[in-house]
T-cell receptor, first 117, second 114 residues
Framework: AQSVAQPEDQVNVAEGNPLTVKCTYSVSGNPYLFWYVQYPNRGLQFLLKYITGDNLVKGSYGFEAEFNKSQTSFHLKKPSALVSDSALYFCAVRAPYSGAGSYQLTFGKGTKLSVIP | EPEVTQTPSHQVTQMGQEVILRCVPISNHLYFYWYRQILGQKVEFLVSFYNNEISEKSEIFDDQFSVERPDGSNFTLKIRSTKLEDSAMYFC????????????FGPGTRLTVL
């Protein structure tokens, strides 16, 4: 069974400082990894994904994430936080394509990011 | 930019009533999904749908739930007899065969069962 852990319920960071939101995963085979962001009363917005290739992936709004296979981690990062980045961030994992149509995403419980002006 | 839409945004119903939640996936997408998020909890997978049939479902998706693609644009989730514990935010998502790895989510329908 696949699983995702987001060890921090909340991350506080000052505006302009770098931010990191942590995620570790467990899945059979090579993982498909995703980050989504949820603003209040809104749906889940796709930020970025890792499927294969370069371990550092870049996504929307200046976010990036680093895939580390040995540590089974996929931490979300941004060099300089903005107040508008304050939201709920979800990490998700999916098993690799198997032809069996199993594409369900397994989500972590989410991390609330607060960027302080 | 194309997006997934869902209606209604909020549905209030009495326990035991049937509800239908509606979704319009992105137009060229062929894979469709429903997820739910009980307040304060994780987003959980319910069901995936491809080629007019369920391709995968979770243990949450019991006989009270059904999905349908009644026409070329809508994708619906029906809960036959709602329970209090069905109160949650329900998200529809879609993906296309080429980008089958990325699921795009709608804004959600908040279901409140009284």
């Amino acid at each position: 069974a696949q699983s995702v852990a987001q060890p921090e319920d909340q991350v506080n960071v000052a505006e302009g400082n770098p931010l990191t939101v942590k995620c570790t995963y467990s899945v059979s085979g090579n993982p498909y990894l995703f980050w989504y962001v949820q603003y209040p009363n809104r749906g889940l917005q796709f930020l970025l994904k890792y499927i294969t290739g370069d371990n550092l992936v870049k996504g929307s709004y200046g976010f990036e994430a680093e895939f580390n296979k040995s540590q089974t981690s996929f931490h979300l990062k941004k060099p300089s936080a903005l107040v508008s980045d304050s939201a709920l961030y979800f990490c998700a994992v999916r098993a690799p394509y198997s032809g069996a149509g199993s594409y369900q995403l397994t989500f972590g419980k989410g991390t609330k990011l607060s960027v302080i002006p | 930019e194309p997006e997934v839409t869902q209606t209604p945004s909020h549905q209030v119903t009495q326990m035991g009533q049937e509800v239908i939640l509606r979704c319009v996936p992105i137009s060229n997408h062929l894979y469709f999904y429903w997820y739910r998020q009980i307040l304060g909890q994780k987003v959980e997978f319910l069901v995936s749908f491809y080629n007019n049939e369920i391709s995968e479902k979770s243990e949450i998706f019991d006989d009270q739930f059904s999905v349908e693609r009644p026409d070329g644009s809508n994708f619906t989730l029906k809960i036959r007899s709602t329970k209090l514990e069905d109160s949650a935010m329900y998200f529809c998502a879609s993906s296309d065969p080429r980008g089958v790895d990325t699921q795009y989510f709608g804004p959600g329908t908040r279901l409140t069962v009284l």
